[in-house]
């Protein structure tokens, strides 16, 4: 025995099904992620825990499925409000820093009214 062993067309088949399971596996974490949710860790901790069961993955998929797409500016938004107000857009580092409309306003703002819109017939 020389200890030299090919590899077979069987076993490149069998590396070939297991890496499409692996993927159909966790396709709603993917779809989750095209989708730019901010609801990916759950649905990957639920595949992770519940996923083999086939109820937690049909679960994982309808609400990878259901969730609303969002532009990648307003995830940047949700999550920088959750990192404590950091602003992670691209667009704040060519930016100014914000001054302080306190200082350099004298005049105090009008509250903006939140009342209805009336339609004209």
């Known amino acids: 025995m020389t200890g030299h062993t090919a ?6 088949v069998a590396l070939l099904l297991f890496l499409l399971l692996v993927v159909v596996y966790w396709s709603p974490y993917l779809i989750a992620m095209h989708r730019k949710s901010d609801k990916t860790t759950a649905i990957a ?5 519940f996923g083999l069961t086939g109820v937690g993955w049909i679960i994982a998929l309808v609400w990878a499925l259901r969730l609303p797409k969002r532009p990648s500016t307003e995830v940047l938004e949700s999550r920088s409000a959750e990192m404590g107000g950091v602003d992670l857009s691209p667009a704040a580092k060519t930016q100014e820093p914000k001054r302080d409309l306190e200082s350099t306003s004298h005049a105090p703002e009008a509250p903006q009214s939140l009342a209805p819109l009336k339609l004209h017939n």
């Not at 590899?7 to 490149?12: G, K, P, R, S």
């Not at 901790?45 to 825990?49: H, K, N, R």
């Open 45 to 49: 901790l639920m595949l992770f825990f």
């Open 7 to 12: 590899i077979t067309a069987a076993d490149l």
